[in-house]
């Protein structure tokens, strides 16, 4: 039986000690079929050093690009994609021993699966960048939510063909307001195409929390990020009901932390409400962004 090969493509900026933290875990996994394409968007060269401890062990592509952007990078990096499957792991993240196996393994067991999505969590095993699902399940375009975020995404190499490039107006560093969202959307655009892509919360990625500090700063980003929520689900046309029960659910956590005086955690609710509201109907940048790969 021919080997599942992965093409892994991690784009960067300003990270040196986490990128070398990833590549060691690359290097302990029990699945040795894989590349790793880094598209490096650092005006300097401060993964020299790291690229240089780790290319006799793993196949390294090291892909300079002073386009900044996390979907322009990750679009830049599926140029060079020879894997059967790819996976657009996060600069922090890291993978367990037995994750590629594990990847490889499931995929191989179930021909029908298109791609397939995991869990985010920290060394305790508790969700990071967001909560999970624990059921298992195919994702549709009605439930993506809490089954999907960019590093825990794997898909066969025929489906990211066909579904072309990401949105490179929403992610970090798109340089529009819709600072997020760029997973979500390419998962929505692979369901739109009728690929099949199964949820497993027993595919774990390592990523740190995030930490939370509410301050001005923390409170822009989560409206930027809930304007990119809202128009994502413009753009694909969600369905008003399953939309309006994700704002609601904001705007319900804002009144509960009222009652319990917690104005600081009320204010972010009302900030998330708001950016998800004005991100659903406002009508400008609802164009389909994704070009296909040559």
Not at 129 to 158: H, M, Q, V, W
Not at 205 to 221: C, D, T, Y
Request: glycine fraction near 8%; charged fraction near 25%.
């Amino acid at each position: 039986m021919t080997e599942t090969t992965f093409s892994l493509v991690l784009a960067t900026v300003g990270r040196q000690d986490d990128v070398r933290n990833f590549l060691l875990s690359l290097r302990e996994q029990v699945y040795r079929h894989f590349e790793v394409i880094i598209v490096d968007q650092n005006l300097d060269s401060r993964l020299d050093p790291v690229v240089a401890e780790f290319e006799n062990n793993i196949t390294i592509r090291h892909i300079r690009s002073h386009e900044r952007g996390l979907s322009r990078a990750r679009n830049i990096g599926l140029k060079y994609i020879q894997g059967d499957v790819v996976a657009f792991p996060d600069d922090d993240c890291s993978y367990p021993a037995r994750l590629l196996l594990d990847v490889a393994t499931t995929l191989s067991q179930h021909p029908e699966y298109d791609g397939i999505t995991g869990r985010v969590a920290d060394l305790t095993g508790k969700d990071a960048s967001g909560r999970f699902k624990k059921k298992s399940g195919e994702i549709k375009s009605y439930n993506f939510d809490r089954r999907c975020t960019s590093a825990s995404i794997f898909l066969r190499r025929p489906v990211v063909k066909s579904v072309g490039n990401f949105d490179e107006t929403l992610g970090l560093g798109s340089g529009t307001v819709y600072q997020a969202g760029e997973d979500g959307d390419y998962i929505l655009r692979c369901i739109a195409k009728r690929f099949r892509i199964h949820y497993d919360p027993r595919i774990v990625i390592i990523h740190p929390q995030i930490s939370f500090k509410l301050n001005r700063s923390m409170l822009a980003k989560y409206y930027r990020y809930a304007l990119a929520w809202g128009r994502v689900r413009r753009k694909h046309r969600i369905p008003w009901w399953n939309v309006l029960w994700h704002i609601c659910r904001p705007l319900g956590g804002a009144l509960v932390s009222i009652a319990m005086l917690r104005w600081g955690k009320a204010c972010g609710h009302f900030v998330v409400f708001g950016g998800r509201c004005i991100g659903w109907i406002r009508k400008k940048d609802d164009a389909v962004c994704g070009r296909t790969i040559r």
